[in-house]
């Protein structure tokens, strides 16, 4: 991702090297910060919206939670089922994968600002985790509000409206969308249910491992990529800042 991403935006041919958790890129970056390394660090923004952090122009950050809230949207998706399925453009509408979002998104709003009011108040319970598939309906890609609804009473977590609105606050201020702040794999897995599922009605159902499918979806991100993607211009700047 981050290679596509610097390669896309710059001559400099990037090459990504691996170092570890959030903790190692912690320490990488504030080294940056004190002149002690010369290099460039790439990271999940995670919820870093609600801090009031000072940037660096070889700090780069994702523009929603993950990469995989740059990598998932609709151009992507409709290219990732042209594949898999093997059939034309023309048999996959854009507003259906469009519409799958803005319901998954709409589903979890609460769940989504649970997750983050957990993080903002360190209170440590694991609301969101990297599956979707708890809240999902039988045999469906889409999620069933009632399952999300016992799950918010059984861990317990009370977030009132001064809360959620300082947190919309932030949102608002850093530019960032609900869809934005989904954690990266559980909205990917319900990406992954919704492609099948699609592959499904126009072809035949057929194997489509996580390994391969993630795969499917950075080279769909790749080849879909451009001024009209909502990260765009957030990508461009922050590779801008570089020179």
Not at 33 to 51: K, P, T
Not at 89 to 115: M, P, S, Y
Not at 185 to 193: I, P, Q, S, Y
Request: net charge negative.
């Amino acid at each position: 991702f981050w290679e596509f991403i610097m390669n896309y935006f710059c001559d400099i041919e990037a090459k990504v090297k691996p170092v570890g958790g959030k903790p190692q890129l912690d320490s990488y970056s504030q080294k940056v910060f004190r002149n002690q390394l010369d290099a460039i660090i790439a990271m999940d923004a995670d919820f870093s919206f609600l801090e009031h952090e000072v940037s660096h122009p070889k700090i780069l950050k994702t523009k929603g939670h993950s990469i995989e809230n740059s990598i998932v949207c609709p151009r992507t998706m409709k290219e990732v089922i042209r594949v898999l399925a093997k059939v034309s453009r023309r048999q996959i509408l854009e507003i259906d994968c469009l519409n799958w979002l803005h319901e998954f998104q709409h589903a979890i709003e609460k769940l989504t600002l649970v997750d983050i009011y957990n993080h903002a108040e360190g209170l440590g319970e694991a609301v969101m985790s990297d599956n979707c598939a708890r809240f999902l309906r039988y045999n469906s890609a889409n999620l069933c509000p009632q399952k999300i609804e016992n799950y918010l009473n059984d861990i317990g977590i009370e977030i009132n409206e001064e809360a959620i609105a300082n947190i919309q606050a932030c949102m608002a201020e850093k530019g960032v969308r609900g869809y934005d702040l989904i954690r990266g794999h559980f909205l990917l897995t319900g990406v992954h249910k919704f492609i099948i599922k699609k592959v499904e009605s126009l072809r035949k159902k057929i194997p489509v491992p996580n390994d391969v499918f993630f795969g499917a979806m950075i080279q769909g991100f790749e080849k879909t990529f451009s001024p009209e993607h909502p990260h765009f211009e957030h990508y461009k700047h922050s590779i801008e800042e570089l020179s």
